[in-house]
């Protein structure tokens, strides 16, 4: 699986969009762009995925720079229960690996 | 929206004690994996297990433990002889079928807390 960095953590405003972004310049023509994020000590929850077409869901928006080798997950409207740990995953099959992730600080 | 289940929340156990966690994965899943999170580090990988049998191992995945399907429903991990290390959040998780992409997503259980003294 592709290797993927991210910023370590952001902040943003409650209300604003909040843009997570994440390199994968490793990433192989078969891989997809997954993104988890974790609030406090929950389960890991799913939020969107994609291969190179921009994707958008009732969470976040989803869009991946040409070559592939980066993203940036747009939660168009951030809340403050959207404070959380926010992981960049690509892979084909098999295990997901979790890095450190982008803690998000949603502030009022 | 079906949920992946884990019993228990919390368990409190003394270190070389034998612990079982359970899940329940969502009914139409074919692929099943434990993950495991020590306070403050990362979500790490420890199994993955398809068609009774396992598929994927990590190195923290030794022979104290083990994983079974034993009724078709339930998912369980076994820790043989629990150290004070084995301290973490334990999270299940499913997947449909993994060969096509729309069901690659994993759904994570709650997670069951284990607390080894």
């Known amino acids: 699986d592709a290797k993927t960095t991210q910023p370590p953590s952001m902040d943003c405003a409650e209300g604003r969009a909040a843009n997570l972004p994440c390199n994968h310049s490793?990433?192989?023509?078969?891989?997809?762009v997954y993104w988890y994020r974790q609030i406090h000590s929950q389960g890991p929850q799913y939020i969107i995925h994609g291969l190179k077409n921009n994707e958008t869901n009732e969470m976040a928006s989803l869009i991946i720079t040409e070559d592939r080798k980066s993203s940036t997950l747009i939660l168009p409207h951030a809340t403050l229960r959207d404070t959380a740990v926010y992981y960049c995953i690509v892979r084909v099959r098999g295990k997901s690996t979790f890095g450190d992730g982008t803690t998000l600080t949603v502030k009022p | 929206e079906p949920e992946v289940t884990q019993t228990p929340s919390h368990q409190v156990t003394q270190m070389g004690q034998e612990v079982i966690l359970r899940c329940v994965p969502i009914?139409?899943?074919?692929?099943f994996y434990w993950y495991r999170q020590i306070l403050g580090q990362k979500v790490e990988f420890l199994v993955s297990?398809?068609?009774?049998?396992?598929?994927?191992k990590s190195e923290i995945f030794d022979d104290q433990f083990s994983v079974e399907r034993p009724d078709g429903s339930n998912f369980t991990l076994k820790i043989r002889s629990t150290k004070l290390e084995d301290s973490a959040m334990y999270f299940c998780a499913s997947i449909r079928d993994r060969g096509r992409t729309g069901a690659n997503v994993l759904t994570f259980g709650a997670g069951s807390r284990l607390t080894v003294l």
């Open positions: 297990f398809y068609n009774n049998e396992i598929s994927e």
């Open positions: 009914s139409n899943h074919l692929y």
């Open positions: 490793t990433i192989s023509g078969n891989e997809y």
